[in-house]
């Protein structure tokens, strides 16, 4: 369960968005609703359906809102919404406002997180996911999350720089194997599964150890020539990690 303070900002930006847009529900997914969360270390994932698309005044109105939880508050940063209105859920493509990252952009209710709200969401106003939001077949997922590896993970270790942030080095290992946990079972597993997962997958065992002390533990700053050696073994490992798991699902579907 969330820590009072979360709880406080949650409430706090609840209040706020039923005077900033038309309100229909806001549902929590990810690590704030599956269990694992660590306040100050994991995000605040959430969904935001609306009556009706935002207009440009009241998208004005939601980047100011998350500008002020920002700046007043220490969770602020990490709080996440997508803002899709309840007439465009049944397109998982469509992209919708989201403020992620401290900017709002568009981008649409992927598969996975679809997933994570039928499975385990947290409504914090209005009506349930099973009530509004279509749900994903075994197939829809799974195409997903091997598109994802393909064009987005396996891409991405081209950029040796990218892989310096501990964002991509945690984000890069963990999505690897919620996604290898996925595709072979159909589940969807929390990060600290996950941790287990790359152990038992032969991850370099520092690499997992890393991992685990920023988001259970008590890190201590990394050194340059640690950042640089953690991006080598993790883009070592990834590359040949995402193939074999990529055209096995692809064969196995063939």
Known sequence: ???????????????????AVPLVALWAHGSLAGGDYRPGRSDLDLIAVLARPCTPAEQERLSGLHERLVRTDPLG?????????????????????????????RR?????????LHEFGRVRYGQPPAGLLPPVTADQLAAFV??????????????????????????????LARAGTTL???????KAEALDVLTGAGAP??????????????????????????????????????????????AGGS
């Not at 369960?1 to 005077?19: H, I, K, N, Y």
């Not at 803002?83 to 900017?103: C, G, I, K, T």
């Not at 649409?108 to 994570?116: A, C, K, L, S």
């Not at 987005?152 to 290992?173: S, T, V």
């Open 108 to 116: 649409p209710i992927t598969p996975v997180t679809r997933r994570e």
């Open 146 to 175: 091997v598109e994802d590896l393909a064009c987005f993970w396996r891409p991405a270790l081209d950029h040796p720089e990218w892989w310096l942030r501990e964002i991509w080095i945690d984000l890069g290992l963990l999505t």
């Open 205 to 250: 065992a520092e690499l997992v150890e890393d991992i685990r002390q920023r988001r259970y533990g008590d890190p201590r700053p990394a050194s340059d020539a640690w950042r640089r050696r953690r991006a080598e073994l993790t883009r070592g490992y990834l590359g040949p990690a995402i193939d074999k798991l990529v055209a096995e699902h692809r």
């Open 77 to 105: 940063a990490q709080l996440h919404c997508g803002y899709p209105a309840v007439a465009e859920l049944d397109d998982p493509a469509r992209p919708h406002p989201a403020w992620a990252h401290q900017e709002l952009l």
């Open 184 to 190: 072979r079972t159909g589940r969807l597993i929390t």
């Open 1 to 19: 369960m969330p820590d009072e303070a979360t709880e406080q900002l949650l409430t706090r930006f609840v209040d706020a968005l039923g005077s």
